[in-house]
């Protein structure tokens, strides 16, 4: 058994089909976490998590970069966040990457949509699920969530998604107990090996981010949580490790982080 801990199979990529792809899952022995990104998404995930209640929860949470922070309302925030289905708080956090030099109104209206899902996450005591994204080549989101993780201190656990910074952000990041969840990029970009071998196994989860940047032998295809055992292979293979080791590991850290069997 393995669980992706970040999917979006709410998204219209699976309108056609998603029952299969479910059902595909199911076959691999998968189960997943379907990650809102607006109001509507974060909908259709509470709904999804209702009907398939074995084997997909829910979050829910507005993305900095996907369009939402500008009808971002902290009210229907913590209305979506108080159902059961919903096991964490986001994707939410700091996208720069697109951003132009000058856009500082677009980062400090990022920061504060972040700090409302930080406090609806601590209201109601369920981990946070975040998006950081730096402008190519530097650590600035990074740099800029560490700032806002050290200034808030969440008590609840923190899952950094997708993690893309260097080693120093990385172990600053440790240090503030966050956790990590790496997806497809790893089997066939390197550029994640160094930050993955300063990170402890039980700090990571695996991930696939379907339908985005499905794993080899899949790449340039629609990605699925079916998927995601080529990523814990290639963790596997980072560690030197067996892939049975680190299934179990990040099955357990995601249960325990997210509160899901
Ligand atoms: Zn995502």
Redesign the pocket.
């Known amino acids: 058994m393995l669980i992706d801990a970040?999917s979006?199979l709410q998204l219209r990529e699976f309108d056609a089909d998603r029952a299969d792809v479910i059902g595909r899952m199911q076959v691999a022995g998968v189960k997943t976490i379907t990650?809102g990104?607006d109001d509507a998404t974060s909908r259709a995930a509470l709904t999804l998590a209702e009907k398939y209640p074995d084997c997909l929860w829910a979050t829910v949470g507005t993305h900095p970069a996907d369009g939402g922070l500008d009808n971002f309302n902290i009210e229907v925030l913590r209305e979506l966040a108080a159902h059961r289905e919903a096991v964490g708080i986001g994707?939410c956090g700091l996208d720069y990457y697109r951003l132009k030099s000058g856009e500082d109104a677009v980062k400090e209206k990022q920061k504060e949509v972040f700090r409302a899902h930080i406090a609806v996450a601590e209201e109601f005591k369920k981990p946070l699920m975040i998006?950081c994204r730096p402008t190519k080549g530097t650590d600035d989101a990074y740099e800029d969530l560490v700032v806002e993780l050290s200034n808030s201190k969440p008590h609840v656990p923190v899952v950094i998604?997708?993690f893309v910074g260097s080693v120093s952000v990385a172990e600053r990041l440790l240090a503030l107990g966050c956790y990590f969840t790496f997806g497809g990029v790893i089997t066939f970009a390197r550029d994640y090996d160094a930050a993955i071998a300063v990170i402890p196994l039980e700090r990571i989860m695996a991930e696939t981010?379907a339908p985005?940047v499905a794993p080899t032998p899949y790449r340039g295809k629609r990605n699925e949580p079916a998927y995601v055992g080529e990523t814990v292979k290639k963790l596997a293979e980072l560690k030197g490790i067996s892939f049975d080791e680190v299934a179990y590991s990040t099955v357990a850290t995601t249960r325990a982080v997210f509160g899901i069997d």
């Open positions: 970040h979006h990650v990104v994707e998006h998604h997708f981010d985005f």
